[in-house]
């Protein structure tokens, strides 16, 4: 019974006038009157100073009013709360990630995710780094996993978690009895690769370089595990993060030099307003951090 009087109270402590108060809160005069009668009875304490029409609030009614708005902005405050959870339940993100990601790693994430928010829906978007960071600038990407992690005044990247990258051999390959390898040792193989404009394209080159060659590049592709295949044919080695399954045919060999590995962000629109349910969607990737692959 209290709780709906102490709206009605503050209402009237904002206008000092019931007439007014009555019309925002579009409640009858006399029921505001009456509210504000057994408010004061339930107290024990006079809150308002009558002078004709118009109210001014007493010491204690000042005291009260502190404590009422802090009361009722938390209630407001909640309700905003439950009706975002609300709207978070539903709704559509649209989500971006590289090819490299797409058996295991992010299947494992909606999973995990729509264990809270069964009713939200995705439009998944596989595609390397490049063109993503071209449709989350026209507007059709809400937010994308990639590799490097963008660095652009009109976007914001957030790191997440590196992958390590392998030496990827033929099964027959001389060094494919070797668990570990520095990559100057494969700088007479012939490399395939992915196409320029791919971020793992662009890490094997400069590990490369810093390995002290350039690679000579047989074959170029646009998907992973076709350099895999390419590779178990003979056709050349590759740099490639570790596969969802073994591939038989190749043999995947650790770096020690230089440190090969690659940096997985997640990365938005800056300023661009988040409906509830990408925010949410946001907000647990964000709290994956560290931990967003698979062991």
């Not at 405050?77 to 559509?92: F, I, N, P, Q, T």
């Not at 994430?109 to 998944?124: E, G, T």
């Not at 002290?212 to 595990?225: D, K, Q, T």
Request: hydrophobic share 45%; net charge positive.
């Amino acid at each position: 019974m209290l709780a709906p009087r102490l709206a009605h109270f503050a209402a009237v402590a904002r206008t000092e006038h019931v007439t007014r108060a009555a019309r925002e809160l579009q409640v009858p005069q006399s029921t505001l009157s009456r509210a504000l009668v057994r408010l004061e009875q339930d107290l024990g304490v006079d809150l308002f100073a009558r002078r004709g029409r118009s109210l001014a609030l007493t010491p204690a009614g000042r005291t009260f009013l502190a404590s009422v708005e802090r009361a009722l902005a938390e209630v407001e405050r909640a309700a905003d709360e439950v009706r975002a959870d609300a709207d978070a339940a539903s709704g559509k993100v649209a989500f971006g990630f590289l090819h490299t990601m797409g058996s295991e790693t992010v299947p494992a994430l909606l999973r995990a995710f729509r264990a809270d928010h069964p009713k939200v829906r995705f439009s998944l978007v596989q595609n390397y780094g490049e063109a993503m960071i071209e449709r989350l600038r026209a507007g059709e990407l809400d937010l994308c996993l990639t590799s490097p992690v963008p660095d652009a005044p009109d976007l914001v990247g957030r790191r997440l978690d590196e992958q390590k990258l392998r030496l990827v051999v033929p099964a027959d390959h001389r060094l494919a009895r070797r668990r570990r390898v520095r990559l100057a040792e494969a700088a007479d193989e012939a490399f395939v690769t992915l196409e320029p404009g791919y971020g793992l394209r662009r890490i094997t080159d400069d590990l490369c370089k810093e390995a002290g060659f350039r690679p000579r590049v047989a074959f170029e592709g646009e998907e992973a595990e076709t350099l895999r295949g390419l590779v178990a044919a003979g056709l050349g080695v590759a740099l490639l993060p570790p596969p969802a399954v073994p591939r038989p045919g190749v043999a995947e060999l650790t770096v020690t030099a230089p440190r090969a590995v690659r940096e997985i962000g997640l990365a938005w629109l800056d300023g661009h307003p988040d409906t509830p349910p990408v925010a949410a969607f946001k907000k647990f990737l964000l709290s994956r951090r560290g931990r967003l692959l698979p062991d």
